[in-house]
Every structure is written in C-alpha cells, then in structure tokens.
C-alpha cells in the first residue's frame, strides 16, 4: 500500500511527500518496473541526487535494470551528471545509446545530454557539431508533440555555443514551446538563461529582472532549482554594489540547493562578496579552506569548477597581500586552462593569454560595461540551466 500511495503522489505533483513515503519502503524487488522508473523519477524531480544513484546501485531492482536497460542507463548517466562525476556519466550515455531501439525520442534524448557532458569534458567543438544538426530538425510547431517538448528543453544549451541574437532567438523559441506546454519549471529555466546571455551583454539590471522572474517561478514547484536563479541575482547584485543583498540571496540559494555544482558556486561567490567586495576580509578567507575540501568530497571533471575556484581564491589571497598564495591559485588556474581547449574559454582574466582569447573577448564583451568589467579583479560565476 505504502508503495502505491507514493506513486499516487508522485503522479499528482508532490514529490517530497512521495519521495518521504519511498524512503520509508524496506525492498523493492516485487513491485512493478512501472512503478519502479515513476519513483527514480521523483528522486530526481525532488532534487534527491544522491538517493537517485544509490537506489540504482540498490540489488533489489535487478528486474528494473533488465526489463528497462534505457532508462536504466539514461537515468543513471543523469544521476552521475548531476553528481559532477561526468566521465562516468558519458559511459552511461554510451550504454543507454545502445538500447535506443530506433526511437527517436530516446536518441534526441541521449545526444542532448551528451552535449551536455561533452561540454563540461572541454569537448565544445564536439557538442556543437550535435547541438547544431539537432537544431535544424525543427519540430511542427504547430503541434503539442513530444519531440517538440524535448526540442525546446535542448535548445536552452545554446548558451554553450552561441552569445547574442542567435542565442535569445533559440531561448525565445524555447520559451514559446514551454509556455504552449504551460511548463512553468520550463519556462523558469529559459529566464534564467536569457538572463545569463543579457548579462555578459552588460545589461546587468535587466539581467537581474530575468533572474528574479525565474526565481519566482521556481520557487513555487521546486524550490531547489530556484537556487540557480538566486546564485545569479547575487552576483548581479555584487556587480551592482549591494553585498548585502547578495548575501542573502547566496544564504538562500545555499539553503535550498541539492546540487554539487551550484554549493561549490555559492561557496566562491560568498567568499567573493564577504571577501573582496565587502572587505569582510576574515569571512572570505576562512572560507578557502571549506571550498578546497568541498573539492575534495567527490568527483569533478569540469575544468571550469577548478578554474573559476583557484582563480578567485587567488583574488582573495592578493586581497590580503599573500603574495605567495596568490601565485600559486593563479598558476593553478592556468594549468587548468592549459588542459582545456581554447573554444571552451575565454573568462575575463584570460585576457593577454591568447590572440584567439582576446578576439573572442572583445566578440563576447562588447558593451562598455563590460569593457570597463575586465579591470575587476574577480571573475563573476552565473549558472544556467542546460542539464536535463
């Protein structure tokens, strides 16, 4: 009975109350695959990652694993991603490609989240060349289909490859397609990747209205996600000179947040703001030591974690004159930067480091805000919604 309730409620939208309810539940292995994959599922809409993985490895879903080797394998590769262990991830992808059977919503399914990891695994070139011929296979638009709902979740990941007018074109579609669906979780994570790309136009306030609106979306069906929107307000808000206020979005986003990603991002832009901006010196210092273990705790294969990471700890260490400190976060981040392809840069300290890098620099920051931006000492950390 247990069982079926939680399903019940996992159908009717309450995940954390279904998610509460399975907890609860001692085995597995004689219920339905059906009811199986519903509550995998509600592990990952309640933003339960870490559960979602480990009842994967659970031995009592053996049955699950056999009947449906897809999603198996698909929901597995989501688990590892969002877990930041995207090596693992991408064998998963490999394995859930081969049970595809012909359908076409499974294959757009698996290219869309290897594009994703080849992203975060400095394989930019390679995501692009998917994202693009996935791109021209535009759907009826006219239609309520699902590979017209699949199409508009991929094209939020235009942000890996495209600034600008192309970039707000896909996202205006993509926003289109999830208001025709009333997906109001969808339509959250399309504001908020609009207002990344109006950010790094230097349209800051009007990036922060973006932000705030996906916030207020988000925070209505799943609060955990909207910690992403609030970890961007913040740092608007410390390009603007409010650090109070950025604290207490950060404080927000921390609270909420299920995501390994996103804690390591708000670690760095509170060390930021209480550290730099603030000149609450003690507060952004003793906070190295806590994001260098944060590092430590599990898998992380994208190169940008480390880069983001060391560079900023080393803007706090020259903050406090700790000249040796400094060099050493510096040159950390450089020699992850040697390791990452160039078209996967550049961030507004790699200026001087490669013509290549300082053309796409003036390309990507042309407003004069921007401009005058580069002469800050700190690199501003956004996130955007692109995983699945």
């Given at each position: 009975?247990?069982?079926?309730?939680?399903?019940?409620?996992?159908?009717?939208?309450?995940?954390?109350?279904?998610c509460?309810?399975?907890?609860?539940?001692?085995?597995?292995?004689?219920?339905?695959?059906?009811?199986?994959?519903?509550?995998?599922?509600?592990?990952?809409?309640?933003?339960?990652?870490?559960?979602?993985?480990e009842?994967?490895?659970?031995?009592?879903?053996?049955?699950?694993q056999?009947?449906?080797?897809?999603?198996?394998?698909?929901?597995?590769a989501?688990?590892?991603?969002?877990?930041?262990?995207?090596?693992?991830?991408?064998?998963?992808?490999?394995?859930?490609?081969?049970?595809?059977?012909?359908?076409?919503?499974?294959?757009?399914?698996?290219?869309?989240?290897?594009?994703?990891?080849?992203?975060?695994?400095?394989e930019?070139?390679?995501?692009?060349?998917?994202?693009?011929?996935?791109?021209?296979?535009?759907?009826?638009?006219?239609?309520?289909?699902?590979?017209?709902?699949?199409?508009?979740?991929?094209?939020?990941?235009?942000?890996?490859?495209?600034?600008?007018?192309?970039?707000?074109?896909?996202?205006?579609?993509?926003?289109?397609?999830?208001?025709?669906?009333?997906?109001?979780?969808?339509?959250?994570?399309?504001?908020?990747?609009m207002?990344?790309d109006?950010?790094?136009?230097?349209?800051?306030?009007?990036?922060?209205?973006?932000?705030?609106?996906?916030?207020?979306?988000?925070?209505?069906?799943?609060?955990?996600?909207?910690?992403?929107?609030?970890?961007?307000i913040?740092?608007?808000d410390?390009?603007?000179?409010?650090?109070?206020?950025?604290?207490?979005f950060?404080?927000?986003?921390?609270?909420?947040?299920?995501?390994?990603?996103a804690?390591?991002?708000?670690?760095?832009?509170?060390m930021?703001?209480?550290?730099?901006?603030?000149?609450?010196?003690?507060?952004?210092?003793?906070?190295?030591?806590?994001?260098?273990?944060?590092l430590?705790?599990?898998?992380?294969?994208?190169?940008?974690?480390?880069?983001?990471?060391?560079?900023n700890?080393?803007?706090?260490?020259?903050?406090?004159?700790?000249?040796?400190?400094?060099?050493?976060?510096?040159?950390?981040?450089?020699?992850?930067?040697?390791?990452?392809?160039?078209?996967?840069?550049?961030?507004?300290?790699?200026k001087?480091?490669?013509?290549?890098?300082?053309?796409?620099?003036?390309?990507?920051?042309?407003?004069?805000?921007?401009?005058?931006?580069?002469?800050?000492?700190?690199?501003?950390w956004?996130?955007?919604?692109?995983?699945?």
């Amino acid at each position: 009975m247990s069982f079926q309730l939680a399903v019940k409620w996992y159908d009717n939208g309450d995940y954390f109350k279904a998610c509460d309810l399975f907890q609860t539940i001692p085995a597995f292995a004689f219920f339905p695959v059906e009811g199986i994959l519903k509550m995998l599922w509600c592990y990952y809409a309640a933003g339960r990652y870490s559960q979602l993985e480990e009842c994967l490895s659970r031995s009592d879903i053996a049955n699950f694993q056999s009947c449906m080797p897809y999603e198996y394998h698909y929901l597995n590769a989501i688990a590892l991603n969002l877990q930041m262990n995207k090596k693992a991830a991408l064998v998963e992808v490999q394995q859930a490609r081969q049970y595809c059977g012909g359908q076409k919503i499974r294959e757009f399914q698996i290219d869309d989240l290897e594009q994703q990891l080849l992203v975060n695994l400095s394989e930019r070139q390679k995501a692009k060349a998917i994202y693009d011929r996935r791109a021209k296979e535009v759907p009826d638009l006219a239609a309520r289909t699902a590979d017209k709902k699949l199409y508009g979740k991929m094209l939020r990941s235009t942000l890996e490859f495209y600034r600008g007018r192309r970039a707000q074109e896909d996202l205006e579609l993509a926003y289109k397609i999830a208001t025709q669906f009333q997906d109001t979780a969808e339509q959250g994570y399309v504001l908020n990747n609009m207002g990344f790309d109006l950010f790094w136009q230097g349209n800051i306030s009007d990036a922060r209205i973006k932000f705030q609106r996906s916030a207020e979306l988000l925070e209505k069906i799943k609060i955990h996600e909207a910690a992403y929107p609030w970890i961007n307000i913040a740092v608007c808000d410390m390009m603007l000179g409010d650090y109070l206020s950025a604290s207490h979005f950060l404080s927000k986003a921390e609270f909420w947040s299920k995501s390994g990603y996103a804690d390591i991002m708000i670690k760095v832009n509170s060390m930021l703001c209480e550290g730099v901006l603030s000149d609450q010196l003690l507060a952004g210092a003793s906070m190295k030591d806590a994001l260098l273990n944060r590092l430590k705790e599990g898998p992380a294969d994208d190169v940008c974690i480390f880069m983001k990471t060391y560079y900023n700890i080393s803007v706090v260490a020259d903050k406090h004159g700790k000249e040796t400190e400094t060099d050493h976060y510096r040159s950390l981040a450089f020699e992850q930067a040697d390791r990452a392809k160039e078209d996967m840069l550049p961030y507004t300290w790699m200026k001087g480091y490669s013509a290549a890098i300082d053309r796409d620099i003036e390309k990507r920051l042309s407003s004069e805000i921007m401009q005058n931006f580069q002469q800050y000492r700190f690199d501003p950390w956004l996130i955007t919604f692109t995983h699945t």
